[in-house]
């Protein structure tokens, strides 16, 4: 059997909110505009899997994808021991069994005891060292298990949607041939933040494919913008609905998985 591709991740890889785009009429997720498990459908499951960035390269790899089957969300290092290191010790998934491990990177606060809440009783120069600290405690854990893989044939790729992770010296110098670059129609960027959170504050028109956000600029000059639709937000803003939802609508996975897609080829040519 042809190899697969291993795909871990948090939300961003599972495919949230994919499946309010299933079109059916009695769509609950969707009317309800929350995820809720006891209304997740087998048919809106299957939705959600076809068209998340998994299938998608896999797809164009002519392949498989194998992901994480714990459910929604999940932190770096816990993610992997639950979803990769624990299968590979009971012998359900095997390192000969893929060609390719693509690790899409969460929030590193994730795996902090006590996260956010924790935080709060620390200044503003503290919290700075703990997050670089958990950064570096991450990224050797991170740099050790993409070894294993590595030596064993497989390659790896690595991406984020939080930033802190990826602009640390340690990720910079230890993943520099893993790192994928996201690609837009016009533009590069080294994480999924940077396309997400761009103009936040308010969309004020949309067409079918882009949206125009009332945005203030590094200048703090206000103006307003034209991007492509990459968000679910994007999607349902002047609808009301799923106002601050920024997982990736169906033309945000498609742009993960080419850029994905992009990086495997550049070392091919």
């Known amino acids: ?67 994480s089957d714990i459910g929604n969300g999940g932190a770096n290092i816990q993610h992997y021991q639950y979803c990769v290191h624990n299968k590979l010790l009971s012998g359900q998934i095997k390192y000969s069994d893929f ?3 693509v690790w899409q990177f969460t929030d590193p606060l994730r795996d902090f005891p006590g996260g956010y809440e924790r935080l709060e009783k620390f200044s503003d120069e503290q919290v700075f060292d703990i997050v670089d600290e958990e950064c570096k405690r991450q990224l050797l854990f991170i740099d050790r298990m993409c070894n294993e893989w590595e030596k064993r044939g497989v390659r790896v790729l690595t991406l984020s949607w939080w930033p802190e992770l990826i602009e640390h010296p340690y990720y910079k110098n230890l993943f520099k041939n ?28 949309e067409d079918r494919d882009s949206v125009w956000l009332d945005v203030t600029d590094d200048n703090g000059i206000r103006k307003v913008i034209k991007q492509k639709k990459y ?15 920024i997982h990736l609508n169906k033309r945000g996975h498609k742009m993960l998985s080419d850029s994905i897609l992009k990086k495997i080829n550049e070392n091919l040519i």
Request: proline letters at 1%.
């Open 1 to 67: 059997m042809e190899k697969g591709v291993l795909c871990l991740g948090c939300s961003y890889t599972w495919g949230e909110g994919l499946y309010f785009y299933s079109g059916l009429a009695d769509n609950l997720l969707k009317r309800n505009h929350s995820f809720d498990i006891s209304e997740m459908r087998e048919v809106y499951d299957c939705y959600r899997k076809k068209y998340r960035w998994p299938r998608l390269l896999a797809n164009e790899l002519d392949s498989w994808e194998y992901t």
């Open 178 to 205: 893993r790192d994928v670059k996201i690609y837009t129609e016009t533009s590069k960027h080294n994480s999924l933040s940077e396309i997400i959170f761009r103009g936040a504050e308010i969309i004020v028109k």
């Open 231 to 245: 968000t679910i937000r994007d999607d349902y803003y002047l609808e009301g609905f799923q106002r601050n939802d």
């Open 99 to 101: 060609n390719y491990f």
